[in-house]
Nanobody, 122 residues
């Protein structure tokens, strides 16, 4: 069983930065692909980025240039660095594990964390 725990969210002013962490209970060596999503109030969950086989892909056009995904296998942790945050980035951010890659696109796997809330004020 794989458990994911996100942390690092909070309240920040526009222009600020946050680094979200996703701690994975199982060795990440056994999990190749992982993704970060977010869900804003009243909106569908949105895929932001994934990392697999050492390669990172950013999907969210609204966050390109402001987002970095990385992983530390020694710490069983995946990170999402977010810079120049905007009020529209306010959402609950989730990590996902065990997904598959098809046509360079990440399809979510069965494992989700409970999310960490990010609130950006203007």
């Amino acid at each position: 069983q794989v458990q994911l725990v996100e942390s690092g969210g909070g309240a920040v002013q526009a222009g600020g930065s946050l680094r979200l962490s996703c701690a994975v209970s199982a060795s990440v060596f056994s999990i190749n692909a992982m993704g970060w999503y977010r869900q804003a109030p009243g909106k569908q969950r949105e895929l932001l980025a994934h990392i697999a086989s050492g390669r990172a892909t950013i999907y969210a056009d609204s966050m390109k240039g402001r987002l970095t995904i990385s992983r530390d296998n020694a710490k069983n942790t995946v990170y999402l660095q977010m810079n120049s945050l905007k009020p529209e980035d306010t959402a609950v951010y989730y990590c996902n594990a065990g997904g598959s890659i098809s046509g360079s696109y990440y399809f979510s796997g069965d494992y989700w964390g409970r999310g960490t809330r990010v609130t950006v004020s203007s």
